[in-house]
Nanobody, 119 residues
Framework: QVQLVESGGGLVQAGGSLRLSCAASGRTFSSYIMGWFRQAPGKEREFVAD????????IYADSVKGRFTISRDKAKNTVYLQMNSLKPDDTAVYYC????????????WGQGTQVTVSS
């Protein structure tokens, strides 16, 4: 059974930094794409970034390019999202997700971690 557990959320001032972690377990992820999504109150869920576990191919949303960095540590089975130059608009619940490469939808989701950026 795949389990994804996010951590690292919290309160930070605008311009500050935060690093989110997603601990993945229950499977070998060599054929998976790992993604980060976020959802603010009253808004739809938004794609942030993803990374191919094996090749390290990366895609970022335009809103976070140059500020956020996604990475993974194979030995620790962990995906990270380093967030720099944070803005109040980045405030949201951040979710880690996973899918098999070639799947249309993400099949596995974490519980989410709250990120709040004050002005």
């Amino acid at each position: 059974q795949v389990q994804l557990v996010e951590s690292g959320g919290g309160l930070v001032q605008a311009g500050g930094s935060l690093r989110l972690s997603c601990a993945a377990s229950g499977r070998t992820f060599s054929s998976y794409i790992m993604g980060w999504f976020r959802q603010a109150p009253g808004k739809e869920r938004e794609f942030v970034a993803d990374i191919r576990w094996s090749s390290s191919g990366i895609i970022y949303a335009d809103s976070v390019k140059g500020r956020f960095t996604i990475s993974r540590d194979k030995a620790k089975n962990t995906v990270y999202l380093q967030m720099n130059s944070l803005k109040p608009d980045d405030t949201a619940v951040y979710y880690c997700a996973a899918k098999l490469s070639g799947r249309r939808n993400y099949d596995y989701w974490g519980q989410g971690t709250q990120v709040t950026v004050s002005s």
